[in-house]
């Protein structure tokens, strides 16, 4: 028992210290939620009385017989709506209202009345407090811009009137809108205004109808909200309409932006004009519309400018081809209006004066534009000694009256440039300038003044008699010389024509035709008269003179004449010589064949009976008789020669020598030529050698003659090569061109003496050297066959001929029956 009794205390002092806690928790819990409970409270009886203050307020704006339009920030102004304002009123207000606008009961069941209201009242007559007219739509605007409080009177149709009264409240905006017809407000004096109107139109209201009705352009009115009320004939007819009823019903729009334009004129409260394009009658026109503002709306007109528009269009295409002609153009243009300001500039301008574009794209004036080229030193050098007044003096022009004649002037440049400058007024105001640049012409033209001298002086300075005449025969240009050959004195030529000077020249020259036919190259403008010609004359004091007639470019003809009377005296001095010398040289070759001829026969008869004697014919000779003998054969051999080599060169010169022309072989004909003179070199302790190969095959030539000159060639080099030395005998045919030669190392030939080698007569230096007339027949033959000879050779290292030969030689010197081709081809032919 006494056991449990502790428990049972412990278990009571727990429980009634969780009592105590609990307790003391809650009187914590309610003590903190006491001002929750008491804000609660206020706060349902504040709500309770805002219910009651906002029923009150629309019980009074309810029974407010108009609306009350709140924005709650302001509206952009410059926007195309009116920012969906909310709206505080009764029904019935709304309902009067929007009749009074005209809109129909469509408009309440639209979830924005306002803006249609707004926009249907906006434009209608108003008068302020002040009695200022204007239209609701502008105050507003004022209010929204600069929060500028107003009240008005608008006037609507039927004589029915409202008041708008907008004030700032706040960051709100405000409008109060009545109907002040129902409460008889300011009725009397807006009716009286209405009354007044009326009565003016009532004086004659056909006037205003019949000239509408008539006007011969399309005339309309259109409402706030962008209907058509009101159109005349002309609109009907342009919109090809039945009636003024019709088209009012279909709404038909002359322009589809006619609606848009008379937005803008119902938002600036004044008149705009747009310029439109339009289908009347199938064809497109032109149309300056203009809308403006009037009392419930707009009215409108337009105009047919197509005509003035086409004008404009042309003048503009024609103002464009003129600036681009201008821009094409190598002098430099500047335009100035009448205000001295750069109206046009072309890119010649631009670059002479090295100007930017974006400079002259600014429109400077004119007096700016002279600053900066003196600046640049662009002015000419007269300008710097008194800039001021020659400044005024260039701007003066644009006070000088059109027409005014003003002479060009030149700017020399500091630059070393020189400008044409030309002024002109300009036909719409201002002044025109042009600027040539005249560097390169002046220097041409003191160039072609410095050439006229030159050729002057030239002229006078020729022997030959030169005088120019014109078209016309007018003497344009002459020498002294003319003066001097024609005795003619200088006062005669002036302003003198042809037939003049041929009549004072006639006493020295009175051949008539002669004179005619030189007159006839001046004058005459054919063809056959306009070409060189060229004549003699013998004048009556026996001189001879020769005429040249020249025709010039520009129509001018030059006559030229020579005194060629030494001319003539020495040429027939000079025929007199070449007769006598072809007559000495007839009797010179008739000598030398005549003589040779006498001397073959003598020589053939010792040079037989010495071979006759060496052979044994009067029996054995001792060695003694031999070396004689043998000199004797020698030596007739060499005379034979020598008397063949003149016979050739006589028949040379008589043109009488004809070559036998065959298929010749070089290599062949080498070989031959080099046997002859085998024994000899041999005899002489000299070294001959053959080069020639086989080639390209035979050439067209006369190998007897060929083979002649090969064996003089070495007979002349045996002549001047020492015991033991070489000579080489050769020929080739190679790219078209046959080559012979003879080649030797013997003595040389000095160089003042090789030019004359080949010259007739020419003998060597060796004592062992012939008459000289080897090489010449050498030169000659070659020739006959269309070659040439050539010579090399140095002093002490020997000497190289070289015969350069066309492989067909010419028929120049050939038998004409040898003329194988052109048998060929005459056979051809046939």
Known sequence: MMATEPAQLATLIVTGGAVGFAVATALWAWRLTEGVRTARSHWQKRIAWLEDRLARADSVFGAHPGLVLVWETPPDPDAAGWSSPRVYGSPTALASLVQFADLGSGVMNEPDPATALLDGIADYEARSAGGMETTLRQRMGELMREGKPFSLTVSGPSGRFIEADGRPAG???????????????????????????????????????????????????????????????????????????????????????????????????????????????????????????????????????????????????????????????????????????????????????????????????????????????????????????????????????PGTETPDELWPLGDGRTLRVARQRHPLGGVLLIFEDMTDQLALQARYNTLIKVQRATLDRLHEAVAVFGPEGELQLHNLAFETLWKLAPETLEKADFTAIADACHALHPDKESWAAIKARITDTSPESRTAKTGEVRRADGSVLTWLSRPLPDGATLIAWDDITDTRRVEEALRDRAEALEASEKIKTGFVGHVSYQLRTPLTTIGGYADLLAGGFAGPLSDRQKDPIAAIQTASAQLAKLIDDILDIAAIDAGQLELDLGDTRLDALAAEAAELVMPRAEHAGIKLNVNAGKGEGPVRADGARLKQVLYNLLTNALDHVDQGGRIEVGAEVKGGEARLWVADNGEGIDKDRQASVFERFERGQSNRAGAGLGLALVKEIVRLHGGWVELDSTPGRGTKVTCHLPVNAPLDHAAPELDLASARKERGKA
């Open 171 to 401: 960051s709100q905006l405000v409008l109060w809108i009545a109907d002040a017809t129902i409460r008889g407000l300011e009725e009397s004096g807006a009716r009286g205004r209405l009354e007044e109107a009326r009565s003016v139109v009532a004086d004659d209201p056909l006037a205003f109808l019949d000239m509408l009705g008539k006007a011969p352009f399309p005339s309309w009115r259109i409402s706030a909200s962008g209907r058509l009320h009101w159109v005349n004939p002309a609109y009907v007819e342009a919109v090809e309409g039945r009636s003024v009823a019709d088209v009012i019903d279909r709404q038909l729009l002359l322009e589809p932006g006619l609606p848009a334009q008379a937005g803008e004129a119902l938002k600036a409260s004044a008149p705009v004009a747009h310029v439109r394009g339009a289908v009347i009658k199938g064809e497109r026109r032109a149309l300056d519309v203009v809308v403006f503002p009037i009392s419930g709306g707009v009215a409108g007109a337009a105009f047919d400018i197509t005509r003035g528009e086409e004008a404009r269009a042309a003048l503009k295409r024609f103002r464009e081809a003129h600036d681009e002609t201008l821009n094409h153009m190598a002098e430099a243009v500047a335009i100035f209006d009448r205000t001295k300001q750069l109206i046009f500039y072309n890119r010649a301008f631009a670059r002479l004066f090295a100007l930017e574009e974006a400079v002259l794209n600014d429109r400077p004036s004119h007096g700016a534009l002279l600053d900066r080229l003196r600046e640049d030193q662009l002015l000419p050098n007269s300008a710097n000694a008194d800039y001021k007044n020659w400044k005024a003096g260039e701007l003066a022009y644009y006070e000088r009256p």
